[in-house]
C-alpha cells in the first residue's frame, strides 16, 4: 500500500499552526508580550531563510506547555482551533487528501510542528497517522523539553525511517506534499515529490528537477 505523505503548515493549511499558536498564547497573556513575539517572528524568519535553530526553537516554543496544566491547555487549543486553524482549512486540500484516501493510500502528516499542537489538526483532518515533535510528558504534564529526534529537515527522514519500519512499510510509490525547501532531504526520498504553493526555493529546484508543482490555494 502507498503512502501519501503531507506537511501540514503552509502545505494543507494556508498558516503555520507553530506560528499562530504563538499569536494566540501572545493574545491570552499567557506569555512575555515583548519578548514572545520577538523570538515568534525571529524564528519564523529563520524558518523561512533556512537557518533554523530547532533545539534553540524548541526550547522556547515547548516552555509554555510546561508552564501551563493540562487543562489550561486543552482548553486553550479548543479555542485555538476555531480561531487559528478552522479558517486556514484549505478545501483543495481536504480534496486532495480524499482522492488519495480513494485510492486506497496510508495517509500521513509529518511536520516540524510539536505533537499538542498538531495531533488535533491531524484528527480534524482525518488523518490517522502523523509524525510530530514530541514534547517530552512527565507524570502527566509537558517538562519543555523534546522527546527523541525532533521532525525537522533530516530528522523528517529519521523520524519516518523509524515509523516505517514499525508499520513495516516502504516508500515504494510514495508521495510527499510540502511548501518548503527545508523538507528537501524528505522530497528527495520520495518516489513522487510535489511542490505545494512553495517557496521560492523549492519552486527553483522543483523546476530544476522537473518535479510536480501545484496550489491547494484558491
Known amino acids: ?4 505523505i503531507f506537511d501540514l503548515d503552509n502545505t494543507l493549511l494556508s498558516t503555520d499552526s507553530d506560528h499562530a499558536w504563538g499569536e494566540f498564547l501572545l493574545e491570552q497573556g499567557a506569555v512575555d508580550a515583548v519578548a514572545y513575539q520577538a523570538a515568534n517572528e525571529r524564528f519564523m524568519a529563520d524558518y523561512n531563510a533556512g537557518t533554523l535553530d530547532i533545539d534553540a526553537f524548541l ?9 501551563n496544566s493540562p487543562e489550561q491547555l486543552a482548553a486553550w487549543h479548543q479555542q485555538f482551533m476555531v480561531s487559528k486553524i478552522e479558517p486556514h482549512i484549505l478545501p483543495k486540500a481536504e ?3 480524499a482522492r488519495h484516501r480513494t485510492r486506497g493510500h496510508t495517509l500521513l502528516i509529518i511536520t516540524a510542528t510539536n505533537q499538542f499542537i498538531t495531533g488535533p489538526i491531524a484528527e480534524r ?3 490517522d497517522h502523523l509524525i510530530a515533535v514530541q514534547p517530552e510528558m512527565v507524570d502527566g504534564r509537558y517538562t519543555g523539553k523534546v522527546d527523541g ?3 525537522f529537515r533530516e530528522g523528517k527522514v529519521a523520524r519516518l525511517e523509524q515509523w516505517l519500519e514499525h508499520q513495516e512499510m516502504t516508500l515504494d510509490g510514495a508521495w510527499f506534499y510540502s511548501d518548503s525547501h ?5 522530497l528527495e526520498q520520495v518516489d513522487h515529490p510535489v511542490a505545494v504553493d512553495p517557496d521560492d526555493t523549492l519552486r527553483e529546484i522543483a523546476e530544476q528537477r522537473q518535479w510536480r508543482i501545484m ?3 484558491d
Open 1 to 4: 500500500m502507498s503512502l501519501a
Open 59 to 67: 526550547e522556547v516554543a515547548l516552555k509554555p506547555l510546561a508552564e
Open 95 to 97: 480534496e486532495l487528501i
Open 125 to 127: 483532518l482525518g488523518i
Open 149 to 151: 529526534i525532533p521532525s
Open 182 to 186: 527545508n523538507d528537501l532531504p524528505l
Open 215 to 217: 496550489s491547494l490555494r
